[in-house]
């Protein structure tokens, strides 16, 4: 089945510097990659995905890109804020619309 | 909006009780899905649905099991519970698509 692995476990930055959360999977018939963004005592939040067909997405401070060649894809948050820090996780599909997820990086902005 | 919502935030069992978690959807999704999520292992799944009446195993079934009698509505039961499932619980919902929406969880202990 898939695998998918996320490093760093743990990332702490100042505020407005860029954090950077790498992910890799082993499927390579795997084609969404989404990741969540989960605060303390809050459910997980979608907050930006790609397909496989697609090498980068961009929403605001927030970007996503994928290397289907290398099987890695990675989270970027530019100009990070204090309201950025959470639990952070990445997932890929394994069929039948099921995600596997990373183990989480835990964010911490400090001011 | 997705709206997802989970029968109970806190639950207290004890060691061999039937415990129920219930979790209902309004946006008419197919899926469904259960997941336990413990520190440092992420979010992992233990079984789905996507259709009424249907469920598959997902990672981690064993001493679980599930039922979905209605398209809006999906139970997670566990038919002797155990210390050792003790955990927030996390259910979610999504559309062929793989876009997932969570619950707000269920954090069970079992005493």
């Known amino acids: 089945g898939e695998n998918v692995e996320q490093h760093p476990s743990t990332l702490s930055v100042q505020e407005g510097d860029s954090a950077v959360i790498k992910c890799t999977y082993s499927?390579?018939?795997?084609?969404?990659f989404p990741w969540y963004k989960q605060e303390l005592g809050k459910r997980p939040q979608l907050i930006i995905d790609?397909?496989?067909?697609?090498g980068e997405k961009k929403d605001q401070r927030i970007a996503v890109t994928l290397n289907k060649t290398a099987k890695h894809f990675s989270l970027h948050i530019t100009e990070t804020q204090p309201e950025d820090s959470a639990v952070y996780f990445c997932?890929?599909?394994?069929?039948?619309?099921?995600?596997?997820f990373g183990k989480g990086t835990m964010l911490l902005v400090s001011p | 909006d997705v709206k997802v919502t989970q029968s109970s935030r806190y639950l207290v069992k004890r060691t061999g009780e039937k415990v129920f978690l219930e979790c209902v959807q309004d946006m008419d999704h197919e899926n469904m899905f259960w997941y336990r999520q413990d520190p440092g292992l992420g979010l992992r799944l233990i079984y789905f649905s996507y259709d009424v009446k249907m469920k598959e195993k997902g990672d981690i079934p064993e001493g679980y099991s599930v039922s979905r009698e209605k398209k809006e509505r999906f139970s997670l039961i566990l038919e002797s519970a155990s210390t050792n499932q003790t955990s927030m619980y996390l259910c979610?919902?999504?559309?062929?698509?793989?876009?997932?929406?969570f619950g707000p969880g269920t954090r069970l202990t079992v005493t």
């Open positions: 997932a890929a599909t394994t069929g039948y619309s099921t995600l596997t």
């Open positions: 979610a919902t999504g559309t062929s698509g793989y876009e997932q929406y």
């Open positions: 499927d390579s018939a795997s084609n969404y």
């Open positions: 790609i397909r496989s067909n697609v």
